[in-house]
């Protein structure tokens, strides 16, 4: 699945998106996955939004091989 990183969660993962090899996981199994390659997110899962295919992801959400995967952190505008 392809995986977008935003704001400081890029600079964290070194990235703007990243493949990542993942088949039919829930939201706490893709937050494994994402935290063995990038341990530095793990600050953030709590106050992070995972969305799927441009729609932020609802409880019990599955998430496949060919789905694009958003992190989106908390923002703040003025």
């Given at each position: 699945?392809?995986?977008?990183?935003?704001?400081q969660?890029?600079?964290?993962?070194?990235?703007?998106?990243?493949?990542?090899?993942?088949?039919?996981?829930?939201?706490?199994?893709?937050?494994?996955?994402?935290?063995?390659?990038?341990?530095?997110?793990?600050?953030?899962?709590?106050?992070?939004?995972?969305?799927?295919?441009?729609?932020?992801?609802?409880?019990?959400?599955?998430?496949?091989?060919?789905?694009?995967?958003?992190?989106?952190?908390?923002?703040?505008?003025?």
């Open positions: 699945m392809k995986v977008l990183f935003f704001a969660l890029r600079e964290v993962a070194g990235t703007a998106e990243a493949e990542v090899d993942a088949d039919k996981a829930d939201a706490a199994q893709l937050w494994d996955l994402l935290l063995i390659r990038w341990p530095g997110l793990a600050r953030y899962r709590t106050e992070t939004r995972l969305a799927r295919n441009g729609a932020y992801a609802g409880a019990g959400e599955i998430f496949g091989p060919d789905d694009e995967v958003a992190l989106i952190p908390p923002v703040s505008g003025g």
